[in-house]
C-alpha cells in the first residue's frame, strides 16, 4: 500500500530528499498498515531551532526573570527551603502538613514570596507541579489579614478545573471561614447570582458565565470593587480569543488601581516576546493589534510581561506596585520527568480493537501493558467519537465514566467523582479533561486520537506522572497520524518508544465481538440523539453486556 503522510517533518514541509524520511515506515500486517520504526536523526538535531526559540531573552535558560529585587533573598532552586521561609504564616504552614504536603516545589518557591510582596506574578510551570497552591497559599494569607468583599477572582477556561481550584481554596482554607463561590455553566445561574450578592471572599468561575451574570445583573460589579486578586489559571486559554469579550467584561469590573495579577499555566511561552503573542500583541492584522490596546488599556497585561511602552500602558494609574515577576520553570510544553511516553502504531479502523484488548488487562501484571494499572484516562478528539467509544466499551463491559460537553454539568461531575473514587478504572474524555484535573491514581493516558495541537498533547499527559510520581502515556496512532507524532515529537524534544509485548494475534480474538459492539453503540447513539440523552443508551449497554457474562 501507499505510506502514509508520515514524510512530513518537524515544520510540516512536504520532504523531497531522503534525509528527510519519516521515523515511521509502514508495512503490511494482518488487519491492515502497521509500523516498524526507522532509524532517525539525533532527536537533538531535530530540535535545535525549536529549542533556541524556547530560551529566555538573549538565549538564556528558563528561570526566573526578576525585574525588581528578590524579594527574600532565597534560593529558588534550594530543595531545603520550606513554606515557613517562604513567609507562610504559621497556620497554613499546619493546614499544609496535615494534608502531607511538606516541601515547595519550584515554582512555589519563587511565585509566593513574590506574591505576598504584592507583585504581579507570571508562572510557567510543568503540570502537576503545584501552581495552584502558589497562587491560593498567598490569597488566603493575605485574606486572613483583611477578610471584607470579594477578595479574589479565579479564572479558568474549564468547569471541571474550577471545581477543583474551589475545593483546594476550601481545603488549604479548612479552619479559617473563607467562604468560596463556585460560578461555571450548567448549574443554577440564580443561586449563583445570590451566593455572588453575598459577597463571597474567593469566586472561581469560567469566565462565560461569570460574565453573563455581570452583564444580566449590574448590581453584582460593585461586588467585586474590593477585588485585590485576579488569577487566570491556564492563561493561555483564558487570553484566547475565545474568551475576549467574556474577559474585557469582567476586566471592567474587576478595579484595576489595587489590582494583583497573578498569571498561571504549563504552556505560557518562555520568553517576553512569547508572552506578548499569547496576550495578542504580537498577533498579525488589525484585530490582533486592536485586541492587544484593548487588554492592554484593561489592565490585563502584568508590568514587566510587555516591553517597556506596552508596559506603561499595561500598568498605569496602578500605583507604585514592584515590577512582575515571570518564572519560568522549563522549555514549554514541558513534560513530567517521569512520563514514559509509548506509541502502537495500529491501523484507524482497528483502533477499538487494540483499546479493547489493552483495557481488558489492566489487572494483569504480565499483559501488554507490563504492569498494573490502577486508573486509566483516554482521550478522543471530538465529543461524537468520544460518545461512539463510550457506548462501544460499555457493550463489551468494561466499566467506564465519560467527560465530555453533551453531558449536562451534574452528570460531568458525577462522572469526576465516580473516577476519582475509583468506583470506575476508565474515564473517556475530550479534552475538555485535558486541564489541571488532579487525580492520583491516573497511571495510564492513552490518546485513542492524536490531538492536532502538541500543547494539547502536553496538557493531555499531565494528567499522570504528578507530583513527582510516574505514568505512561501511550499514543494509539494510525496510519493518518504520523505526521502529528513529528510534530509532537519537535516540540517536546522526546521521542516515542514503540510499545513491546502486544500480541497482535492475541488482540485480533476479539475484532467480531468489538465491531459488533460499535455498530450497537453508533445504533445506540441515534437512538440516544432523537431522545435528547445517552446515559439511557449506556445503561442499556452494560445491561446487555452483564446478559451476555451470565449466559
Known amino acids: 500500500m501507499n505510506r502514509p503522510n508520515a514524510a512530513i517533518g518537524p515544520c510540516d514541509e512536504p520532504s523531497t530528499s531522503s534525509s528527510s524520511e519519516p521515523e515511521l515506515e509502514v508495512k503490511e500486517g494482518r488487519g491492515g498498515a502497521h509500523a516498524i520504526r526507522r532509524a532517525a536523526p539525533d532527536p537533538a538535531e531535530k530540535i535545535t531551532s525549536s529549542a533556541s526559540d524556547d530560551k529566555g531573552p538573549e538565549g538564556d535558560d528558563p528561570g526566573v526573570e526578576d525585574d525588581g529585587d528578590n524579594c527574600n533573598g532565597l534560593d529558588y532552586a534550594d530543595d531545603d527551603i520550606t513554606f515557613r521561609d517562604l513567609g507562610v504564616s504559621e497556620w497554613l504552614c499546619g493546614v499544609l502538613r496535615d494534608l502531607r504536603i511538606d516541601c515547595p516545589s519550584e515554582v512555589q518557591r519563587a511565585c509566593i514570596p513574590a506574591a505576598l510582596a504584592g507583585r504581579d506574578v507570571v508562572g510557567c510551570a510543568a503540570t502537576g507541579s503545584g501552581k495552584t497552591a502558589a497562587f491560593a497559599l498567598p490569597i488566603l494569607q493575605l485574606l486572613a489579614a ?86 487566570l489559571d491556564e492563561a493561555d486559554r483564558v487570553l484566547d480569543a475565545t474568551f475576549e469579550d467574556d474577559l474585557a467584561t469582567l476586566l471592567d469590573v474587576v478595579p484595576s488601581q489595587d489590582r494583583q495579577m497573578l498569571l498561571f499555566s504549563a504552556t505560557m511561552t518562555q520568553s517576553i516576546q512569547e508572552l506578548r503573542t499569547v496576550l495578542g500583541a504580537g498577533s498579525r492584522g488589525k484585530r490582533g493589534r486592536k485586541r492587544a490596546r484593548r487588554l492592554a488599556e484593561q489592565g490585563a497585561v502584568p508590568r514587566g510581561a510587555a516591553d517597556p511602552g506596552e508596559a506603561e500602558a499595561a500598568t498605569s494609574g496602578r500605583g507604585d506596585r514592584p515590577p512582575a515577576l515571570f518564572f519560568r520553570g522549563a522549555a514549554a510544553p514541558t513534560l513530567a520527568h517521569g512520563l514514559d ?211
Open 341 to 551: 511516553e509509548r506509541f502502537l502504531f495500529v491501523p484507524a479502523r482497528v483502533k477499538e480493537v487494540y483499546l479493547y484488548h489493552l483495557l481488558s488487562s489492566m489487572d494483569d501484571r504480565r499483559g501488554p501493558l507490563g504492569h498494573r494499572v490502577r486508573s486509566c484516562l483516554v482521550f478522543c478528539g471530538t465529543t461524537k467519537s468520544c460518545r461512539a467509544l463510550e457506548l462501544t466499551l460499555a457493550e463489551l463491559g468494561i466499566p467506564l465514566a465519560s467527560l465530555h460537553s453533551a453531558k449536562s454539568q451534574r452528570e460531568r461531575l458525577a462522572a469526576l467523582t465516580d473516577f476519582r473514587g475509583r468506583r470506575v478504572p476508565v474515564l473517556v474524555a475530550t479534552d475538555v479533561a485535558g486541564r489541571g484535573l488532579d487525580v492520583p491514581t491516573v497511571d495510564l493516558v492513552i490518546h485513542a486520537d492524536l490531538p492536532r495541537l502538541p500543547s494539547d498533547y502536553v496538557h493531555r499527559c499531565g494528567r499522570t506522572a504528578r507530583a513527582g510520581r510516574g505514568g505512561r502515556s501511550l499514543a494509539l496512532v494510525g496510519q493518518h497520524e504520523v505526521a502529528l507524532v513529528h510534530s509532537i515529537e519537535s516540540v517536546t524534544g522526546r521521542r516515542m518508544e514503540p510499545l513491546e509485548g502486544v500480541n497482535e494475534e492475541a488482540a485480533m480474538k476479539g475484532i467480531t465481538r468489538v465491531f459488533a459492539a460499535r455498530r450497537a453503540a453508533i445504533l445506540a447513539l441515534a437512538e440516544a440523539d432523537d431522545q435528547g440523552g445517552v446515559g439511557a443508551a449506556r445503561a442499556q449497554a452494560r445491561a446487555r453486556a452483564r446478559s451476555r457474562k451470565g449466559a
Open 146 to 231: 483583611d477578610p471584607v468583599g470579594i477578595f479574589a477572582l479565579v479564572l479558568t477556561p474549564t468547569r471541571e478545573l474550577a471545581a477543583q481550584i474551589a475545593d483546594q481554596f476550601e481545603s488549604l482554607g479548612v479552619g479559617s471561614s473563607v467562604r468560596v463561590c463556585l460560578v461555571i455553566g450548567g448549574l443554577d445561574d440564580q443561586a449563583q447570582s445570590r451566593e455572588l450578592s453575598r459577597r463571597p471572599h474567593v469566586v472561581v468561575a469560567t469566565p462565560g458565565r461569570l460574565a453573563e451574570l455581570v452583564r444580566r445583573h449590574r448590581d453584582l460589579a460593585d461586588c467585586f470593587r474590593p477585588c485585590r486578586f485576579l488569577v
